[in-house]
């Protein structure tokens, strides 16, 4: 760690802590002044100036949702955590990071991502309807090694985030919380079904400091035991209990489908989460992925553009509600379209292939025969790297669901291989799943493109020009 980062570091840490000193002697008051200490540690080199100053000028106001997720935030969660995460997602990854992945895009002439999803197994203890690894078995593992070396390779790139995912990945928590340990700099959340979370697992999570977790559900107990099985709901909302209790930070992935959309959007699953302690949620479209995967359970154009509109009621500082929310699919407009290919992110599943993104099962490298940096200058990362966006309408992101011939083309021209662990899915049987949507998604998507306001993003493209645009 250089000299500057070092002390940039200490200062950071020690402002965090007379600002959390300062707030609790009168929240009310002084919650600003958490803002300003953010301010003075990010200045504009993150974040606009402007950002700070609606922020500020929401803090002031008590109604304003974003002012009690903050206090929920000091409330609910641990000191030591809050800190941590500030500084390892905030600093870290938020400040030096994002500076040395935009040095290396350039440097390289390639695609290098802010963060990097990791499967350590593809085992599961539940076996979910229309989920991919409830097909897959105990079949593979990544070792403790492999995975620690991809986030030594990535910390040289400037990635500081990592997500794991499986499989169930917390059937390797004692690897994971060792990962979080050794590697102190760096941001960590496991996507988990929270079944084997318990009293242990929470107090090593607290030692750590830089692990938070998203329990999947997905609607009501009903819904989510017929596809999870019985006392699958029980198990995860005990889980969500016991990280409140240890004041954890936690918050919920959503698999929305054509069947389950309106209740998890509804004001009853939003009430009722905020209440467990949910602080934030992770919304993923369903994708046909899998030899048993439905396009039935698409969502319905007319579903997606509700989604669009909920999502921006949601985290409308007057009419939303105090819990941060994320569509990948739906929020393309904020990040400039797709982000997969190592844009943003990329995946290593549990074989240790790379692949261009969670639901694109295809890779042409792997990570016990190659380095990170070559397999994203491998044919099939230059390919998303070359063709991002692949939609000038940001509301038509992917390669495969919104554009599927992108995907095909990507596949023929890359050569890239099928990673399914079962069998081979050809890229003509899982993009025909998606050509029905894909048309008349088109229409409507274009529409609300067309007719309502759009951000000014930094991140539009890999090469981030003040104006958001290609250099």
């Not at 928590?173 to 009293?199: Q, V, W």
């Not at 439905?294 to 105090?322: C, H, N, V």
Request: hydrophobic fraction near 35%.
């Amino acid at each position: 760690m250089s000299v500057k980062k070092k002390a940039v570091m200490s200062f950071a840490s020690v402002s965090l802590d007379g600002i959390f000193k300062y707030i609790d002697k009168d929240p009310e008051r002084n919650l600003v002044k958490l803002l300003e200490g953010a301010e003075k540690i990010f200045g504009d080199k993150m974040f606009p100036k402007e950002n700070f100053e609606k922020l500020k000028k929401g803090a002031a106001d008590p109604d304003n949702i974003y002012t009690q997720l903050a206090k929920g935030m000091l409330r609910d969660i641990d000191r030591g955590v809050l800190k941590h995460m500030l500084l390892s997602l905030g600093v870290e990854a938020g400040y030096f990071g994002t500076k040395e992945v935009r040095a290396n895009r350039e440097k390289y002439h390639c695609n290098i991502p802010w963060q990097i999803l990791i499967d350590p197994t593809s085992a599961c203890n539940l076996k979910c309807k229309g989920c991919w690894a409830a097909e897959y078995g105990h079949r593979q593992n990544l070792t403790y090694d492999e995975m620690n070396s991809v986030i030594a390779q990535g910390r040289e790139l400037g990635t500081h985030f990592y997500m794991f995912t499986g499989g169930e990945p917390l059937i390797r928590k004692n690897d994971i919380i060792r990962l979080c340990e050794e590697n102190p700099d760096c941001a960590f959340m496991a996507y988990t079904n929270g079944t084997l979370i318990d009293d242990a697992l929470c107090e090593e999570t607290l030692r750590v400091g830089n692990l938070a977790y998203a329990l999947s559900v997905e609607g009501t107990e009903e819904s989510n035991d017929l596809r999870r099985g019985e006392g699958a709901y029980k198990a995860t909302m005990d889980a969500m209990a016991l990280l409140k209790k240890h004041k954890c930070l936690f918050g919920i992935s959503v698999c929305y489908t054509r069947k389950n959309l309106d209740y998890v959007i509804s004001d009853e699953f939003v009430d009722k989460m905020i209440e467990a302690g949910v602080k934030f949620a992770w919304y993923f479209n369903y994708m046909p992925v899998g030899h048993t995967a439905d396009k039935e359970l698409i969502p319905r154009p007319d579903q997606r553009k509700t989604m669009y509109f909920w999502l921006r009621k949601m985290r409308d500082s007057a009419t939303g509600k105090p819990m941060m929310v994320i569509d990948f699919q739906d929020d393309g407009e904020y990040v400039g379209g797709c982000i997969a290919g190592g844009r943003n992110y990329f995946h290593i599943n549990s074989a240790g292939d790379m692949e261009p993104c969670v639901f694109i099962h295809y890779s042409d490298a792997n990570i016990r025969t190659h380095t990170l940096l070559e397999a994203l200058q491998n044919p099939l990362f230059m390919a998303y790297h070359k063709g991002q966006p692949f939609n000038e309408n940001h509301l038509r992101p992917c390669p495969m669901l919104e554009n599927p011939d992108k995907l095909r083309e990507i596949i023929r021209t890359t050569g890239a291989k099928s990673t399914n662990l079962i069998v081979e899915e050809d890229v003509d049987t899982l993009c025909g799943r998606c050509d029905e949507f894909a048309l008349q998604w088109q229409g409507v998507a274009d529409e609300i493109w067309n007719s309502t306001k759009h951000p000014i993003t930094h991140t539009n493209y890999y090469r981030d020009g003040e104006t958001g645009v290609r250099q």
